[in-house]
């Protein structure tokens, strides 16, 4: 079965812009996380979407924004693009509910110049 | 406090030998899962294997096992026979709480640092 699918891949914005990435998940999963991945903080944790509600948040500025969508697709929505914001940025889907199996996708590599 | 603390930054081990990655974890959770995951140099996150905290015997998952020791809060990845394709990044994570029935769920988790980990021929 198709895995997890993260678009754009590659991504290269001005500061100052928004940017939109977004995640399909494994067909059946409901619950779609978000990670930022950057050398200096390594991986850390955006937010979690189940059932097109927001279950989890992590400690990001408000300009960090995200939805998901009634067949699971979920988006990512960053305002105000700053030079620290460049990083790989990953998405998980899992089934949710009693599972703990997290898949992950091939990340968005977001370049702010 | 560091959640998870992966010591060893860079690892280096011989094709076909074997090798362990260190992972401590800090939780007053009495319940959490433990992850690792191998991250090649094209970004993606490959799971490897899972260790919930109530499971009794050690993870393994072909040539990769689980040093689950609870007391000490550890969980060391051994990778046995390695290959030259086991060259990346490897990280450890942990999911505090159970995964809830019912349509809820967890989905954060709190990775180490990382350690890269070379085989040479």
């Known amino acids: 079965k198709a895995g997890v699918t993260q678009t754009p891949r590659y991504l290269i914005k001005t500061r100052g812009q928004q940017v939109t990435l977004s995640c399909s998940p494994i067909s059946g999963h409901r619950s779609v996380s978000w990670y930022q991945q950057t050398p200096g903080q390594g991986l850390q944790f955006l937010f979690e979407?189940?059932?097109?509600?927001?279950?989890n948040k992590g400690n990001f500025p408000g300009r960090f924004s995200g939805r998901q969508f009634s067949n699971s697709r979920s988006e990512m929505n960053v305002s105000t693009l700053e030079l620290g914001d460049s990083a790989l940025y990953l998405c998980?889907?899992?089934?949710?509910?009693?599972?703990?199996?997290?898949?992950f996708g091939s990340g968005t590599r977001l370049t702010v110049v | 406090a560091q959640k998870i603390t992966q010591t060893q930054p860079g690892m280096f081990v011989q094709e076909k030998e074997a090798v362990t990655l260190d992972c401590t974890y800090d939780?007053?959770?009495?319940?959490?899962?433990l992850f690792w995951y191998k991250q090649p140099s094209s970004g993606e996150m490959i799971f490897l294997i899972y260790?919930?905290?109530?499971?009794?015997q050690n993870a393994t998952e072909g040539r990769y096992s689980l040093n689950f020791q609870k007391a000490r809060k550890s969980a060391n990845l051994v990778i046995s026979a390695s290959q030259l394709g086991d060259s990346a990044m490897y990280f450890c994570a942990m999911r505090e709480g159970p995964p809830r029935a019912g349509g809820t769920s967890y989905g954060k988790l709190t990775f180490g640092q990382g350690t890269i980990l070379t085989v040479h021929p």
């Open positions: 998980a889907s899992s089934p949710g509910g009693a599972s703990y199996g997290y898949t």
């Open positions: 260790q919930g905290s109530y499971d009794q």
């Open positions: 939780t007053s959770d009495p319940s959490y899962g």
């Open positions: 979407y189940f059932s097109e509600t927001q279950r």
